[in-house]
């Protein structure tokens, strides 16, 4: 198995796998809009004897004048679950990141699968949209840097990311 930088050309794959390992929420538009757009994204696929059976995107986004990367979404071939792959792209992103000087990733995601990598919840960087009451252990972040590295206020998001509806 390979793990890539995903391209145009492994669009079509991805149009097959979100829907079936996300069958009630329609994840295409930011899929595709990530994978072709323009937005500063570090786009990762896994692929195995030439099929791509996974992906995750880090898109960068900011708070103040401080980079950061938004973890969203990420995706495992439904018939490829409990193999681990999903934890691979994870931490293939975080590698990359840290080359390119990302201290901080945000996720908006089950603290019980994204607490192994160590994420926890996080309350001063605020997402860009108020999030359903409940939802606050959901908001979580990991830094690479130290403790003068944190960062503070509201998650500035590209246009893909900028529709209420994706944060609850």
Known sequence: MIFRVSTKGDLQSLERIYPAAFPKENLLPV???????????LSLVAEDDGKVVGHVAFTI????????????????????????IGTVLVREGFKRL??????????LGDPRYYGRFGFVAERAVRPPYPMPEGWADAWQSLSFGTTEDQIEGTL??????QNPVLWG
């Open 61 to 84: 986004c900011s708070v103040g004048d401080v980079s950061a990367a938004l973890l969203a979404p990420l995706c495992v071939d439904p018939e490829r679950h409990k193999q681990g």
């Open 98 to 107: 840290q080359k390119r000087a990302i201290n901080q990733v945000l996720v």
């Open 31 to 41: 899929v595709r809009s990530l994978v072709t757009g323009s937005v500063d994204v």
């Open 156 to 161: 500035v998001v590209p246009g893909v990311w």
